[in-house]
């Protein structure tokens, strides 16, 4: 009855999901039409070469490409980055593989920066993505009573994500939306720190599954923002049979289960395998949790109806505008913020013990924003941690967690030098390019200072990159809308852990391994050593 009540309280709010931003809604609807109806072709196209020139490997009648990354195929077992540096090398910066298995039987790559701007510019105004099939078929088909065809950010294209994306923009995108948690955060960080020291006092090498302390770190800090409460991810007291804990372990079961459902050949879109009848098990679960959260944000507003906007959390304001988009958006900023982040922790960690004059500087910036190994975390001191920021862009460029980008044309256009057709996919590899000499100096090496203002004369200066060389999160409307948060949680991370810690790798270089994303893919046995 709360729930209907405070629903019907807030109509006026509820309908600015169905006529949401009515004015923008129209105008982005025109300025697609215009976009991608008008049958101009676009500057160049006669001289371009024929869509059907473009290289890459020939595909086999029926097979197509597909066969060879099956065993005994030529590409099977082949990483991300040994496939696109053969890709590369046999037929250039921008190559076809025809006949994949899939839905997108087609594939584009692209290698040169300026080829993935116009890629980027021809986008529209509603980017057209892949997105995951297993969630929508969940929330369509298995839970639709809750969802009632609400599908958020991850899971949706087109006019219904341009939708979506208005409403919860201006929540989760204003500056003043990551400084509102701050203090969390660093509470999060002083307990994650906290463990760290207690793995320390055991062993100098952190246990084999330290990665999963990451992943709890990253799901803690957004599930303080997402849900609006303390999972207790880090406390290790936390009763196995308890919610919260039974949540995480949830959660971190549907990462794995996403990877099996939407990377790995699987028949659960014929058959109930037993992946997806595990995936829907957690999923229930999660949903559940969630919608508990949910209720209990809406007791707190209607307990203060007067309570001014700004001093709402996140989950509150989301509430007040519609609870489906409250749940649809909360699962969604777990399911992108979580293994991201800690892969992209995971992977400056490394670095900076791989490369120890890269963390003495980082430390010089830690002893005099932090004084004391306890100090607190502001705002004020992170807009001054330039360099810990430079870590975070040097190690999203090394190790981007996505990859890449990847866009289905919405209009006809010319890349590199090809007549490239309304509706052909391109992924954007970014994860090469970004990594290659031509378009970044001393592509190979790990140099924060690149992305310093002191450092713009040099020659690895930032200003001598294409913008479009490194991308972690992304371009334009689709850019990663949690952004502001997750670097909120990295800069505390990383600046508390090489505040406390002096970081080093004693081992042979680790692998990294592209999966559903792109990161470490064995145990990070880092050592540690307490420092003044």
């Known amino acids: 009855m709360l729930t209907k009540n405070l629903l019907y309280n807030t109509n006026t709010l509820r309908r600015s999901f169905s006529t949401v931003s009515t004015k923008t809604q129209e105008y982005l609807k025109q300025k697609n039409l215009q976009e991608n109806e008008v049958n101009t072709k676009p500057i ?45 090398k046999r037929h250039g910066n921008f190559v076809a593989l025809r006949g994949m298995p899939g839905s997108t039987k087609n594939l584009y790559l692209s290698f040169d920066p300026q080829d993935i701007e116009v890629m980027h510019r021809n986008e529209g105004v509603w980017p057209l993505r892949p997105t995951l099939k297993s969630l929508p078929y969940f929330r369509t088909n298995i839970r639709p009573e809750v969802f009632q065809g609400v599908q958020g950010l991850l899971s949706s294209n087109g006019e219904e994500w341009s939708k979506f994306r208005t409403v919860v923009n201006p929540i989760l995108m204003q500056p003043k939306t990551a400084a509102q948690y ?36 990253a799901m803690e800090s957004i599930g303080a923002i997402a849900l609006d409460q303390r999972l207790g991810c880090l406390d290790p007291n936390l009763p196995k049979d308890s919610p919260q804990n039974q949540y995480v372990e949830s ?111 980082l430390r010089e910036e830690a002893k005099r924003l932090l004084p004391d190994k306890k100090s607190k975390i502001t705002k004020e001191i992170l807009n001054e941690a330039v360099y810990t920021r430079a870590v975070i862009k040097e190690t999203t460029r090394l190790a981007p967690v996505t990859g890449g980008n990847a866009r289905m044309l919405p209009k006809d256009a010319v890349i590199a030098g090809y007549q490239i057709p309304k509706g052909t996919m391109i992924v954007a590899a970014n994860l090469l390019v970004a990594r290659t000499e031509k378009y970044i100096k001393r592509a190979e090496e790990f140099l924060p200072e690149r992305w310093l203002r002191n450092h713009e004369n ?45 970081v080093q790798w004693p081992h042979k270089d680790i692998k990294f391994a592209m999966k559903l994303l792109y990161g470490i893919d064995e145990p990070l046995k880092l050592h540690l050593y307490p420092v003044d």
């Open 44 to 88: 160049g196209w006669d001289e371009a070469k024929p869509f059907e020139s473009v290289p890459g490997p020939k595909p086999l009648p029926i097979v197509g490409n597909g066969y060879k990354f099956f065993p005994g195929g030529e590409f099977y077992n082949m990483s991300l980055t040994e496939l696109h540096q053969m890709m590369r």
């Open 458 to 502: 040099s020659e690895i200066s930032y200003k001598n990159v294409h913008p479009f060389t490194s991308m972690p999160f992304g371009f334009g409307p689709r850019s990663c809308i949690g952004k502001r948060l997750a670097n909120l949680e990295m800069e505390t991370a990383i600046l508390k852990t090489i505040r406390n810690f002096e």
């Open 251 to 361: 959660v971190l079961e549907i990462f794995e289960l996403f990877y099996h459902l939407e990377i790995l050949p699987s028949a659960w879109e014929t058959i109930s395998t037993p992946k997806w009848r595990s995936f829907v098990k957690h999923m229930n679960f999660m949903t559940d949790f969630n919608l508990k959260c949910i209720d209990e944000a809406m007791k707190k507003i209607e307990e203060n109806p007067s309570k001014d906007i700004n001093e709402m959390s996140v989950l509150e304001k989301l509430v007040k505008i519609d609870k489906k988009i409250a749940l649809a958006m909360v699962m969604d900023m777990l399911f992108a913020g979580v293994d991201t982040t800690s892969r992209t922790l995971s992977s400056a960690l490394y670095y900076l013990a791989k490369n120890p004059k890269k963390q003495d500087l």
């Open 182 to 217: 701050v203090n969390i955060i660093d509470k999060i960080t002083n307990e994650f720190v906290d463990l760290l020291k207690h793995f320390q006092k055991q062993s100098k090498q952190m246990p084999d599954n330290f990665n999963v302390y990451l992943n709890k770190y």
